[in-house]
C-alpha cells in the first residue's frame, strides 16, 4: 500500500474525498476489495467505483474523476453545495448497505449488523435514560455509522459511567429532562469512526486543540484500536472551508492530503489540524 496520488477536487466536494481517502487508509476496508471485485455483478455498483478510484489514484499521475454520483443520496449535493463529512460518511453507508441488500447476498439471512458494510462500520448501543427529576430508567437500543463524541476524552477509552446530559429525549412520566449511559453492545464494528463535537447551532466551527496522543490508541469496551485516519477541516464556517485528509500508510508514515498535494507529515504535528471524523 502507498500513498497514492493525491486528488484535486475542483468542485467544493473535498467533504467527500476527504472521507473516500480516509477509508482508503483503513486496512480491513482495503483488503475487502479482492473479495468484492471478484463477486461483485451488479452495474453501476457503487462500492466497486470506490475501489476502482483507489487504484486510479495508486497507479496513475494523471488526474481522474470523482468516483460518486453525489445525486444518488438521500441528501441532493450539488457542486458548490456546501458539505459535511460525517454526513456524507453516514449517507454513503446507507448506500452502500442498501446495494449490498440488493445483490443476491440478500438473499441469506444477514442484517444490518452481519453484512460486510455492517460488520465493518455498525455501532450497536444501549442508552439509559435516567430522569433528573423523579429518577425513572428506560432502555432504549440504537445502532449509528459514527460515535458522536459530545466531549473530550480524559483517557484511552470511552466508556464512561457517568450520566450525561442529553437533549433529545424528555421523562416519559414527568416530562423532564433527563441524562444517559451509554453502553456497546454486540460485536464492534472493524472500524469504528468518532465524530467530533465541533459545529455549534448557528453552523460555525469551533477550533478546538486536538490532543493527537490520547486518540492514537483507544480502547473501548476491550477492543483496541488504533487511529489510522480523519478528516481535517480548515475554516470557520459550513458556508467555507476545507476538509483535508490525514491518513497512515502501512509504512508507519503519516501524511496530509490538501489541495490535491499528498506529503508525508511528523507524528508530532497531527495535534495542529481541527479533526471532525475519525
Known amino acids: 500500500y502507498h500513498p497514492g496520488n493525491g486528488y484535486s477536487d475542483l468542485s467544493n466536494r473535498g467533504f467527500a474525498t476527504s472521507v473516500l481517502y480516509c477509508l482508503r487508509a483503513c486496512p480491513c476496508f482495503r483488503q475487502f476489495q479482492d473479495f468484492h471485485t471478484e463477486f461483485c455483478k451488479r452495474v453501476g455498483c457503487n462500492l466497486c467505483k470506490i475501489y476502482k478510484f483507489f487504484r486510479e ?3 496513475y499521475a494523471s488526474m481522474i474523476d470523482f468516483p460518486l454520483d453525489l445525486n444518488v443520496f438521500d441528501r441532493k449535493w450539488t457542486i458548490g453545495t456546501p458539505g459535511d463529512s460525517a454526513e456524507f460518511l453516514n449517507q454513503l453507508l446507507n448506500v452502500l448497505q442498501r446495494e449490498e441488500f440488493s445483490s443476491s447476498r440478500s438473499f441469506q439471512t444477514v442484517d444490518i449488523y452481519s453484512t460486510a458494510i455492517g460488520q465493518m462500520f455498525r455501532i450497536e448501543s444501549q442508552n439509559e435514560l435516567i430522569c433528573r427529576e423523579c429518577g425513572r430508567k428506560r ?5 449509528y455509522w459514527t460515535y458522536f463524541l459530545q466531549n473530550r476524552i480524559d483517557r484511552s477509552s470511552l466508556v464512561s459511567s457517568i450520566p450525561i446530559p442529553v437533549d433529545d429525549y424528555l421523562c416519559d ?8 449511559i451509554e453502553k ?3 460485536e464492534l464494528p472493524l472500524i469504528f469512526t468518532i465524530q467530533m463535537n465541533n459545529w455549534d447551532d448557528k453552523k460555525q466551527f469551533k477550533r ?5 496522543q490520547k486518540y492514537l490508541k483507544l480502547t473501548i469496551s476491550e477492543v483496541k484500536y488504533r487511529l489510522v485516519a480523519f478528516t481535517d477541516y480548515n475554516g470557520t464556517s459550513s458556508e467555507g472551508g476545507k476538509f483535508n485528509s490525514i491518513f497512515l500508510s ?9 489541495n490535491g498535494k499528498i506529503q508525508s507529515i ?3 504535528s497531527l495535534s495542529k489540524y481541527n479533526p471532525q471524523l475519525l
Open 57 to 59: 489514484t495508486e497507479n
Open 139 to 143: 432502555i432504549i437500543k440504537d445502532s
Open 173 to 180: 412520566a414527568c416530562n423532564e429532562p433527563v441524562s444517559c
Open 184 to 186: 456497546f453492545i454486540g
Open 208 to 212: 478546538k486543540q486536538f490532543q493527537a
Open 250 to 258: 502501512s509504512s508507519g508514515t503519516w501524511n496530509s492530503m490538501i
Open 266 to 268: 511528523d507524528i508530532n
